[in-house]
């Protein structure tokens, strides 16, 4: 079965970074990868990055800290997250699009996500 697969969560102090992977598991042909979102307790899940064919679109709140990036290779993104804030403590998740076989797409794909606390 064809899966999102988020990794990299964890505990870290104000200031500290992480980097959280998205990769698909299962045989696929290709990934188009739309985004990293995150829901933190209670609230609705909000865009952190949108990723699209030339451009990366990043939320405001984490301009000039949050950088995301890929390895084709692999078929992963990334998300490096520095001078994280207990703000950024939420669940992220990664949704993409995914080529099963050539011609034949699945849309709208989300992992179970990785969880990011923030705290001292």
């Known amino acids: 079965q064809v899966q999102l697969v988020e990794s990299g969560g964890g505990l870290v102090q104000p200031g500290g970074s992480l980097r959280l992977s998205c990769q698909v598991s299962?045989?696929?042909?290709?990934?188009?990868?739309r985004g990293w979102y995150r829901q933190a307790p209670g609230k609705q899940r909000e865009l952190v990055a949108r990723?699209?064919?030339?451009?990366?679109n990043y939320a405001d709140s984490v301009k000039g800290r949050f950088t995301v990036s890929r390895d084709n290779a692999k078929n992963t993104v990334y998300l490096q997250m520095n001078r994280l804030k207990p703000e950024d403590t939420a669940m992220y998740y990664c949704?993409?699009?995914?080529?099963?076989?050539?011609?034949?797409?699945?849309?709208?794909?989300w992992g179970k996500g990785t969880l990011v606390t923030v705290s001292s």
């Open positions: 949704n993409a699009d995914i080529e099963f076989s050539e011609g034949t797409y699945g849309t709208d794909f």
């Open positions: 299962g045989s696929i042909f290709s990934v188009n990868y």
């Open positions: 990723i699209t064919r030339g451009a990366i």
